[in-house]
């Protein structure tokens, strides 16, 4: 079962050797790496190109003009060769065991589409700050789970069978794809939680989703919810209409408020212990 590792590169190559190293650490060795290069500049693509040079594990790729995320990622899942998929960021770097820990649940879980583990917030240097806790294993099959707040993150993995099965990623969202992919894959499967800390996130200045860029982080994040509520049919939730045009993003997640309420957190622990159970 091969495993592709897909890496969507714009300027990052100041950080590119922490995540070559975790990569060709692995102890799974059936895996791909594929570099889409987003039109970064010529200096930047050569330092890439020479640090993966040796390894025909690697292949690289560059679009003709910077085009973003969503056509980047969506590009990405289109060349992996492998059966499951999974994202690594140019400036972020997985554990030895991370794409083992993933193969072992899809080769044993037939009805499993997608896993995700714990990751840790690293500083600048890729040196641990704090474990993200909010991770763990969500419900299953629940029209109205919207991965809020967010648990389902890194290290994420999934079978690209599945996806074939979805509306695809969306290549107009420059942030928020990753939880619109989630979201898509959820509605086919079941997802299922790695206990461990299986991916080092590293923050600085450049960062996509970070700093400067967290309001509007959350803007898409809202309209990926929203997205999704009409994909999925839903007319209603807890009781509340839910608006025929999208409201903005303060809106949106005021329906979900009640999602952080004590009465529902205990039924969604139930609901969880219970699918752990049964299945």
């Known amino acids: 079962m091969k495993f592709s590792i897909l890496i969507a590169h714009y300027n990052n190559a100041h950080f590119f050797k922490d995540c070559l190293d975790s990569i060709q650490k692995q102890t799974y060795t059936d895996w791909e790496a594929i570099v889409l290069?987003?039109?970064?500049?010529?200096?930047?693509?050569?330092?890439v190109q020479e640090m993966i040079s040796k390894d025909k594990r690697f292949t690289f790729f560059e679009n003709e003009k910077n085009s973003g995320v969503g056509v980047t990622k969506s590009?990405?899942?289109?060349?992996?060769?492998?059966?499951?998929?999974?994202?690594?960021?140019?400036?972020?770097?997985?554990?030895?065991?991370?794409?083992?820990?993933?193969?072992?649940?899809?080769?044993?879980?037939?009805?499993?589409?997608?896993t995700y583990s714990r990751f840790m917030t690293c500083d600048q240097n890729l040196k641990p700050i704090a474990p993200f806790r909010s991770a763990m294993q969500v419900p299953n099959g629940d029209p109205c789970f919207f991965n809020f707040p967010i648990q389902i993150a890194h290290f994420v993995s999934f079978r690209k069978s599945t996806y074939e099965q979805t509306e695809k990623m969306n290549p107009n969202l420059k942030i928020g794809e990753d939880q619109d992919l989630y979201l898509k894959l959820y509605e086919k499967g079941k997802v299922q939680?790695?206990?461990?800390?299986?991916?080092?996130?590293?923050?600085?200045?450049?960062?996509?989703?970070?700093?400067?860029?967290?309001?509007?982080?959350?803007?898409?994040?809202?309209q990926v919810i929203f997205n999704t509520m009409k994909r999925r049919g839903l007319a209603a939730i807890n009781g509340r209409k839910i608006p025929e045009n999208y409201p903005g993003a303060e809106e949106i997640f005021d329906l979900l408020?009640?999602?952080?309420?004590?009465?529902?957190?205990?039924?969604?622990k139930i609901k969880i212990t219970l699918q752990s159970i049964f299945g």
């Not at 999974?86 to 072992?104: N, R, V």
């Not at 408020?257 to 969604?268: A, D, E, G, V, W």
């Open 37 to 47: 290069d987003d039109a970064s500049s010529e200096n930047e693509k050569k330092m």
């Open 75 to 114: 590009k990405l899942i289109e060349l992996a060769k492998g059966e499951i998929c999974g994202f690594l960021d140019p400036d972020d770097a997985i554990s030895p065991t991370a794409i083992q820990k993933c193969i072992d649940i899809f080769k044993t879980k037939k009805e499993t589409v997608l």
């Open 193 to 222: 939680f790695i206990d461990d800390t299986n991916y080092f996130y590293r923050t600085h200045q450049g960062g996509i989703s970070q700093n400067d860029n967290k309001k509007q982080s959350h803007e898409y994040f809202a």
């Open 257 to 268: 408020q009640y999602q952080h309420q004590l009465p529902f957190r205990i039924k969604k």
